[in-house]
């Protein structure tokens, strides 16, 4: 018997290093897995998946000005983008205008600086909004950017009923991985049903939220950990939707995921069919839903931006294309691979281009696409999907412990789990255990030099000049009148889009209207956890 130690998953389970059809004993395919299509979804959510066609082709991208972002998005669409994915700056994510003094120093640097519907028009201009879905990554300030997107098409004479694509739109784990949150919890769940119930009536093909998982694993979430507090989270929204009158079957087709695809392949793929089988339990047997979509766990993968090294950038062109593969075997529907360049900056046009072609690789020059769900029956995929699906169940019933994933947030449970597990991988990178080429292994002694993408500081000089220029020119007794209407929604139980979607129109700016609810709801403080 060999003294080795036991290898040990991401998710700290242990792996075997051989598998047998005894790990498989008692394994009750029709209930595990179905046909794909099929409840519970584990195979893949469609019965056909990639041999009809495949997945949607996002890349990631803003930057700067709406302008720039605009040239970036005809250059990917015309090198075969099936799909747009939008980088805001941080002052937008935060429902802050250019020209505030929190945003000094931060505009355009991590994505494109969107303060009005002009900016809005240029981003999109000549893009088919018809034609192309757009995914926006965008939480807190969601509901207004999604109006702008909405006036914008209308403009061009697209319909809103036309309109597909996805708003971020998960405010919960803001709170636990990523800052970007501006009110508290449960008037953010308020906001965002208001988005669904909007969307179900103005914008039916739109996807309403993309519950996130991504931002927790980065921050050091393992697949387990990444999966169960996703889900969780998504319960939180779907009791608050049933809370406020919304019927489950109205909006839960519409529900979507967003997770992460390390270079742990075997794992990534396993983690993705269990967080299929679990959620489409969920939906069945705790919320009662009848209509086989609502119990599609849909989502969208992009390829493991923490994984990515400033040294011997070049290398993360492998670890993307294992991590996309990953993604791809594990049954997505739209993905987003990394540019190589992007542990140092912003994407250069020839890294975008890279990235791109290497989901064209994976879709038309593999056989992967040819057949549903190419793992299935493996002895460690199913054995890895079981022990993983265990482990979720496990997390959740944490959450549920603590009154659920708002008051598990509160009580900082989830930020907890996360961190610990962040030390762990750490103190593995910093001890040799854990393998990271060109970081502590295979070290180059003097590194290639690389000319990164730099954003222009007078960028945020304009913006401010732009939006002196609209509030000299628009009427702003009118606009007043419009953000005092959305104060008074905010107050009230009417649907805070329709006055927002006013406010706009008379000319409001994105931070104008996150403003006025703060002026009603305030902003979230969080508790420290140590």
């Known amino acids: 018997m060999s003294d080795a130690p036991v290898a040990r998953s991401e998710s700290d389970l242990p792996i075997q290093p051989v598998y047998s059809a005894a790990d498989l004993e008692g394994f009750d395919p029709e209930a595990k897995l179905g046909a794909p299509g099929s409840y519970p979804f584990t195979r893949g959510v469609y019965p056909t998946m990639y041999t009809g066609r495949p997945w949607t082709m996002r890349q990631y991208a803003g930057f700067g000005t709406a302008k720039e972002s605009n040239e970036r998005y005809h250059e990917l669409v015309n090198n075969g983008t099936g799909g747009l994915s939008v980088a805001f700056d941080l002052p937008t994510q935060m429902g802050y205008d250019s020209d505030a003094p929190l945003a000094s120093g931060e505009v355009g640097k991590v994505g494109v600086a969107i303060d009005s519907l002009d900016d809005m028009r240029v981003l999109f201009n000549g893009l088919p909004l018809d034609k192309i879905s757009t995914s926006m990554t965008i939480n807190a300030p969601a509901s207004t950017l999604l109006l702008m997107y909405q006036l914008v098409a209308e403009e061009q004479g697209v319909e809103a009923g036309k309109l597909t694509g996805t708003i971020q739109n998960d405010v919960l784990k803001e709170y636990i991985a990523r800052g970007t949150y501006i009110y508290p919890p449960k008037e953010s769940l308020r906001l965002i049903t208001d988005i669904f119930a909007y969307c179900h009536k103005e914008i039916p093909r739109w996807n309403t939220i993309s519950i996130s998982g991504y931002h927790m694993a980065e921050a050091g979430a393992t697949p387990a950990q990444e999966v169960a507090f996703t889900l969780a989270n998504a319960k939180e929204y779907v009791r608050a939707a049933v809370s406020a009158g919304l019927s489950v079957d109205d909006f839960a087709p519409r529900l979507a995921f967003f997770f992460v695809a390390r270079t742990t392949l075997i794992e990534e793929v396993a983690k993705f069919r269990a967080a299929r089988r679990v959620w489409a339990r969920v939906m069945k047997e705790e919320f009662g839903a009848q209509n086989p979509k609502s119990m599609m766990l849909r ?232």
């Not at 057949?371 to 493996?378: I, Q, R």
């Not at 959450?399 to 762990?424: L, M, N, P, T």
């Not at 931070?511 to 006025?516: P, Q």
Request: hydrophobic share 40%; charged share 25%.
């Open 299 to 530: 989502f969208h993968t992009q390829t493991a931006g923490v994984q990515l090294t400033a040294q011997q950038p070049e290398v993360n062109l492998i670890r993307v294309a294992l991590q996309g593969l990953g993604a791809v075997l594990g049954g997505t529907q739209s993905l987003h691979t990394n540019s190589f360049d992007e542990a140092i900056a912003l994407p250069t046009q020839k890294a975008a281009r890279l990235a791109l072609r290497t989901q064209q690789v994976i879709a038309y020059e593999t056989d992967v696409t040819k057949t549903v769900d190419p793992f299935a029956g493996s002895y460690v995929v199913e054995s890895m999907t079981d022990d993983l699906e265990a482990q979720i169940n496990d997390l959740m019933q944490a959450v549920e412990d603590k009154g659920g994933a708002v008051a598990a947030i509160e009580q900082g449970f989830q930020k907890s789990e996360i961190e610990r597990s962040a030390y762990r991988v750490a103190l593995e990178i910093d001890s040799g255990e854990r393998s990271v080429i060109g970081v502590n292994k295979y070290v180059m002694d003097v590194e290639e030099p690389y000319e990164p993408l730099r954003v222009d500081p007078q960028i945020e000089v304009d913006q401010c000049a732009h939006l002196a220029e609209l509030r000299s020119k628009r009427d702003n007794a009118a606009v007043e009148a419009a953000l005092e209407q959305v104060r008074e929604a905010a107050r009230g139980t009417d649907n805070l889009l329709y006055p927002m979607k006013d406010a706009i129109k008379a000319g409001a700016t994105g931070g104008e209207i996150s403003n006025a609810l703060r002026d009603v709801w305030g902003m979230y403080t969080p508790r420290e956890t140590f």
